[in-house]
């Protein structure tokens, strides 16, 4: 089992409000990940870190914005949220190197009305 | 167009069982492949990895094989569980200085008694 944690891991929630999905890993991981997926579909890379104060945005254009102040904490904040971010959050880390697994956690999923 | 297809999408088979998963990518330069598992309202959990070099892995009733020659791959469960019902995604690494990830849409497998 990943040292890795998410909250809430259920939410619902009105149109416009500000929300924030909590990551946190204690392995010690310089490199964390938020993808979003939805049913069916493949998971997209919405923002990376590669340690603190390094974030970046993935290949999934995204409102949410992202923080990484410590280590083994990368929490992700949508401003207003809508209907159309609607999905399943997964947050994940993993260390350096090519063969190196990267581990997720149990992810949120987000309903917005 | 994503550049790994897995198949089939979704199979049922019943306990007991064996079946294969298939997986096609296009991602290049090739770094390496990952099986994942996915159990519903969790995050995926990796399988196995196999590089360039290997064309075979196993891990319990999981075997995973690699044609690297042309970018195939398949995951064989062996004498299926009701607790391999899943969905198995297959991932891609690409030699690079992110060794990035790109994520396969999943085989949902559903083992019944």
């Known amino acids: 089992e990943a040292d890795i944690y998410q909250t809430p891991r259920y939410l619902v929630i009105g149109t416009g409000k500000k929300i924030t999905l909590e990551c946190s890993q204690t392995m010690g991981h310089d490199k964390m990940y938020w993808y979003q997926q939805d049913p069916g579909m493949e998971l997209h890379l919405i923002h990376y870190s590669y340690g603190v104060n390094s974030t970046e945005k993935g290949d999934l254009s995204s409102e949410s914005t992202v923080s990484r102040i410590r280590t083994e904490h990368f929490p992700l904040t949508l401003e207003s949220a809508r209907p159309s971010h609607t999905s399943q959050y997964l947050c994940a880390s993993r260390l350096a190197g090519a063969q190196e697994t990267q581990y997720f956690g149990p992810g949120t999923r987000l309903l917005v009305l | 167009k994503n550049q790994v297809e897995q198949s089939p999408q979704s199979l049922i088979i019943l306990e007991g069982k064996n079946c294969t998963l298939q997986c096609n990518y296009t991602v290049s330069p090739f770094s390496n492949l990952r099986w994942y598992k996915q159990d519903t309202g969790r995050g995926p959990v990796s399988l196995t990895i196999?590089?360039?070099?290997?064309n075979t892995k196993s891990n319990g009733r999981y075997t995973a094989t690699l044609d690297a020659d042309t970018k195939q791959s398949s995951l064989h469960i062996t004498a299926s569980q009701l607790s391999d019902s899943a969905s198995y995604i297959c991932?891609?690494?690409?030699?690079?200085?992110?060794?990035?990830?790109?994520f396969g849409a999943g085989t949902t497998v559903t083992v019944r008694a």
């Open positions: 196999m590089t360039f070099s290997e």
């Open positions: 991932v891609v690494s690409a030699y690079s200085n992110d060794y990035k990830l790109s």
